[in-house]
């Protein structure tokens, strides 16, 4: 089965660490990575915007990305969070194998 790592903005740490967590406890992902800080900018509504923000990773395979995605979005306190699926194209086998393994 495919692996994705799934690159996600928050608008920090406790709001990356409550969506992480929730998605490892569904078995959406196998594990999530919060990297922090960073410093975002972009335009929103017509307005060029800076923020300091955090990443959120999570480790998932093919199968779980629309499920995923979904309770994001369900999660997040943005209107439009970014999620972005990044295909693994090769790796350790093992790691990979425990990817899929934990979210079954």
């Not at 967590?21 to 017509?46: D, H, Q, R």
């Not at 959120?56 to 369900?74: D, G, H, Q, S, Y």
């Not at 090769?90 to 790691?95: L, V």
Request: with cysteine.
């Amino acid at each position: 089965m495919k692996t994705y790592f799934v690159y996600i903005t928050t608008s920090g740490t406790e709001e990356a660490e409550r969506i992480g967590k929730s998605l490892v406890e569904e078995k959406l992902a196998a594990c999530i990575n919060v990297l922090f800080p960073m410093t975002s900018m972009y335009w929103w509504e017509g307005e060029l915007c800076r923020d300091q923000e955090c990443v959120l990773i999570a480790k998932t395979t093919e199968a779980r990305i629309e499920r995923l995605t979904e309770r994001v979005k369900e999660l997040h306190s943005y209107d439009c969070p970014c999620v972005a699926a990044i295909p693994v194209e090769a790796g350790n086998e093992g790691y990979l194998k425990w990817i899929t393994d934990s979210t079954m």
